[in-house]
């Protein structure tokens, strides 16, 4: 796996001004025959003779604003000449087309892409964000409001029961509750060539990190009026 060639294809990601967290790794996949993700629950089929191949970005925030653990996902297909043909990114659970009917939210090989404040779900147009809801709430009052979640494959090496969830709220609350501005800032993920590992390799790190995590909060916490 070429991670060089394949990053040049990663996103333009676009940050609120007060976003507290950034990408920590990048999960490459390449699917050449469709089939099923293997860090997402849909499966792909190309149209024949048009698309070579996709590349799957799994891309890993230590934390959402609501809870520590956070995956996301771009798709972009590739044509047979190397460029791009589509693209598909992650949002809250579902997916949405990455790429605008007039594609003019692409530069060469570049897809540029908002993400949600505090909650990292894709859209090529910002506005959509302030459609939804919770999307003030969510990075406010609802901060640390999920606690700890885990993938159903994550297979824990200690118990994570409802102790852990308060703690992780109660350090969401002290430490990372924002207003959003949705004044956005580039982040360019192509640029940090060093995120980018094979999706196996972040599979392994993943309960690595979590537990890890955990280890920090509880220290952050520990001795003070933050434990509750």
């Given at each position: ?18 976003e507290p967290f950034y990408p920590v790794r990048v999960g490459v996949s390449v699917l050449r025959d469709g089939g099923p993700s293997p860090s997402f629950r849909r499966i792909f089929s190309f149209a024949a003779g048009t698309i070579d191949y996709v590349i799957e970005f799994a891309i890993y925030w230590d ?166």
């Amino acid at each position: 796996m070429d991670l060089k060639h394949l990053a040049a294809y990663a996103p333009l990601l676009y940050f609120d001004r007060r976003e507290p967290f950034y990408p920590v790794r990048v999960g490459v996949s390449v699917l050449r025959d469709g089939g099923p993700s293997p860090s997402f629950r849909r499966i792909f089929s190309f149209a024949a003779g048009t698309i070579d191949y996709v590349i799957e970005f799994a891309i890993y925030w230590d934390y959402d604003i609501q809870h520590l653990y956070e995956l996301e996902h771009v798709w972009v297909y590739v044509d047979k000449h190397g460029e791009v043909a589509d693209a598909e990114a992650s949002f809250h659970g579902k997916f949405l087309k990455a790429l605008l009917p007039d594609r003019s939210n692409i530069a060469g090989r570049t897809v540029s892409l908002y993400s949600q404040p505090g909650k990292h779900a894709f859209s090529p147009l910002p506005i959509l964000f302030e459609l939804l809801p919770n999307v003030r709430t969510a990075t406010d009052q609802g901060a640390g409001a999920g606690g700890l979640t885990l993938p159903a494959w994550y297979k824990a090496p200690r118990l994570h029961d409802e102790d852990t969830n308060a703690l992780v709220r109660v350090y969401q609350q002290a430490l990372h509750r924002f207003t959003p501005t949705f004044d956005f800032v580039p982040y360019e993920l192509a640029r940090r060539k060093e995120l980018f590992v094979p999706w196996e390799t972040l599979f392994e790190e993943i309960p690595a990190r979590i537990e890890a995590e955990l280890d920090t909060i509880r220290r952050a916490l520990h001795g003070t009026n933050l434990e509750g």
